[in-house]
Structure formats: structure tokens, C-alpha cells
């Protein structure tokens, strides 16, 4: 069965305030065939409305795994791609869902992907949104863009299913998981502290920008390796050029 | 405004049971820039829950027409579409929502367009059927198939607002010219080299494997500045600490 390849999605949500809304994105994940749902410090009670909204998709709901934080959600996850409710000008290269679904479809063979929704209110946080290689944002009127939380998985899910019953079978580069990849983003704010690109100050705007331009490059195993070994070379010849003096 | 083009799609709600889904249902359709909603047989109360949930879409919820029956409803269309809940494989000529929404689109122009959703236990009745000029079906997984009436209406509405073109193009970013990177590869293995990470004699297949890297990024102008201006901090660090000992 081709749909054992959307086994590899994950849905996450973060700080959901409704449990009705985590029961109908239950079921939108079951119609959609997806399985897996993440919850991200969600609220205490799964109440009856929300059992009532999962319908025949209850299993999902029982099974959903509970973090604190979206870091620890995300760990094994080869891609984050987050959910962007507005597409802001300041946020450059927000891909549609479609242009999504058909660009992951052929990664899901060997690796796992997230798709992460934010809190009815706000949407995501931008410290999520920070985990996250790439955004998406489900096209809508200008007159009335917010979509309700289940409908905006809906959609998300469905362009999903589409895509996976075109899918070609996974030509797979391997990605390094969430965890390598923010191993390797602390290793280069380490190395761009040192040799004083960034200030203390205002370090977290660049890394900002800098995992935008890594999010983007999709990075797999052999590339974080290559890129921490610059890193290390760097650092080497830095204390290389001090140690000199002496 | 090609938003026009969409007012002549009506949704035909038919003896929907649960008040609170006609107010999802007014909220996705605004949300996919619809406004025409009619209600044939429907619950006798909008309750307070259908308002809430129509969110900022009370006013297609409060000018609602209301018919008895849907052949009164379906009057004054030239097309009448109706959404299957299950392809049975007796009903041929069931077509996806996103083939519908082409197909329809250039007939808006000049004629209006009812898209008809049964109620949330049986779907259409057979009499209803036969009312229709054509059928769909939503795409959905065999363990489940059954979709929550609100998230049938979105899916369907959405794939018209896509066809409609009112979709923005997903956000572009401006992507750095070729000359532009060929100087940031360049650039790269200056200092790669003063840096000892690559070797004079076998620095190409370290660059092939970069290139991957970077191409994968898709590189904008502003990432490719970033990178440059940590590649020359680096070289500053460095000679810097050569200079030091003089």
C-alpha cells in the first residue's frame, strides 16, 4: 500500500486551547489516512466534545504522544515544515500546501516529517516557528483569512493524500533528524560568536535568518558532517593563530 | 476583482441536522471567499453555537435563504452538482472536487453553480440525486471515509478558490543570480583553503559536495550576503591572529 508512506507525517499541534478542535483534527487525520498526532503542551482535560468530534478516529486521539516543548516533538523528524497563518511579508519563500505535499511525498520513504499548527489565537510562536525548515500557508480570501484549526489540517492532510496516491517511489536522500540539525546550529552560533560575527546582543536575528537559508537546503547526514567539519576547522585555526604568540 | 467570478457559486445545504455545522460551513466559505449559502429543510433554530463557530461569517449565516425543498433551491442554476459521500462503484462519472472546480470555473461567467451537501448521516437522498447534473466525491481513505460536513464544504470550497486563480502565487524569493553564487563559491573555497579544510590537490570533489549543500538551499540574495560576511569574518579572525605576533 503506497498510503504506509503517509505513516511517516506527523501532525503536531502546539498549545492547542480547545480539545474539541484536537477530536475533529483526530478525525480529518483518519478520513486523510495520517495516524500520527503530536501534541505539544496541549490542555489538561481531552474532554467529551472532543472524544464526540473524533467520531471513529479516537484511536488517534488515545494514541497522541504529549511534549512539553516542540524542540523535544520535533527530535526525530527528518523535515518540520510549519504552518504560517499569514503570509507576512517579512517571511520570504512560503510554499502553498500543494507545492508541499508534491515536494514530501518522495522524502517520506526514509524519513519522518512534520507539520506543525500553532495555538487557535496566535498561530506559531516565532521561537516554533524557529525549529521549522520551511512555512506554508493555505491560501484564503483577504476578506476572512483564519481558518478554524481542523480546517486548516483538513486541507493540509487532503493535499497529502492526493500527493501520495501520485507518488513515485522515494528516490531518498537521508535527512538529518531535527536533533543533528540543531547540534549543528549551536555549533555554528558557537563558531560565528568567536570569531565575532554575532554580537551577544542580537545573536538570535541572524540565527534567525542563517536557519532560513540551512531550513531551506533540506540537510541530510553527510552535509551536516561537512558543514560541522568547516566549523571545527575554523575554531582549529583560530586557536592555532593565538596559540602562535607564545 | 476575480473574486466576482465566485459569487455565483451557491452551497446548498440539505436538512442538515446540527446547527453548529452550518456556522462552520459559513465560516469556510468565507474563509474561500463564498458567500452564498441556502438551506433547504434546515434545523429551526441557529443556536448560539452555530454563531459562534460562523466566527467572523455571521452575515452569510444570517442571509441564508431557506427553501423547503432543493428543487425550489436549485431554480435558478444552470449546473447542480452534488457531493457523493461514498463513490459506490454503481455511480459512474464521479468526479474529484479539484477536476469539478476546473471544469467549473469558465462556466461561472454566465451561470450560477449550486454545489449540494446532504445531511450528516445519510448524505443525498436518491430524489436529491436526480437533481443533480453531475456528482463528486471527496478523495478519502477507505478506513474512514467519512468526513465531518463542515470539512466537505472546505475541501470542495477550497479547490474552487484555487481554481479561481484568486490564490496568490505562493510568495516569491528572489533567488540569487548564478553569477552571485558562482562569487559566494568562489568566495567559499578562498577561504576554505586558508583555512586548511580543503587541500590544494582534492578540493574539487569537496566543492561538488557543497555545491549540493548550498543548491539545495535555493539561495536569495540576502543568504547569500549573510554567508559571505561569515567568510570574510572568518578571514579577518585569521589574519588578524597572524598579525598579532609581529
Known amino acids: 500500500m503506497m498510503n504506509n ?3 511517516n507525517i506527523s501532525i503536531i499541534l502546539v498549545d492547542t486551547k480547545t480539545p474539541a478542535n484536537i477530536g475533529s483534527v483526530s478525525r480529518c487525520m483518519m478520513n486523510m489516512g495520517l495516524a500520527r498526532l503530536l501534541l505539544v503542551d496541549p490542555p489538561a482535560d481531552r474532554d467529551r466534545e472532543a472524544i464526540r468530534l473524533a467520531a471513529g478516529a479516537q484511536d488517534i486521539l488515545n494514541k497522541a504522544a504529549v511534549f512539553s516543548t516542540l524542540r523535544e516533538a520535533v527530535a526525530d523528524h527528518g523535515l ?3 504552518t504560517s497563518r499569514h503570509a507576512g511579508k517579512q517571511r520570504k519563500n512560503i510554499r502553498t500546501p500543494r507545492e ?5 511525498i518522495p522524502v517520506l520513504g526514509k524519513n519522518r516529517v512534520a507539520i506543525v499548527f500553532g495555538n487557535e489565537v496566535n498561530g506559531l510562536e516565532n521561537q516554533d516557528i524557529a525549529l521549522c525548515n520551511e512555512l506554508i500557508s493555505i491560501p484564503s480570501s483577504d476578506a476572512f483569512p483564519s481558518l478554524n484549526l481542523s480546517h486548516a489540517v483538513m486541507i493540509v492532510a487532503y493535499e497529502l493524500f492526493i500527493a501520495s496516491g501520485n507518488a513515485a517511489p522515494s528516490s531518498g536522500i537521508e535527512l538529518a533528524n531535527a536533533g543533528e540539525v540543531e547540534d549543528f546550529y549551536r555549533h555554528l552560533q558557537e563558531t560565528l560568536l568567536v570569531i565575532g560575527f554575532l554580537d551577544r ?6 540565527m534567525f535568518s542563517l536557519r532560513q537559508v540551512f531550513g531551506r537546503a533540506r540537510l541530510d547526514i553527510r552535509g551536516v558532517r561537512i558543514l560541522r567539519g568547516i566549523l571545527t576547522a575554523v575554531e582549529r585555526e583560530i586557536s592555532g593563530g593565538k596559540e602562535n604568540p607564545e
Open 5 to 7: 508512506l503517509l505513516d
Open 80 to 82: 518540520v515544515i510549519g
Open 201 to 206: 546582543e542580537n545573536q538570535e536575528r541572524m
Open 100 to 104: 508541499m505535499a508534491e515536494a514530501v
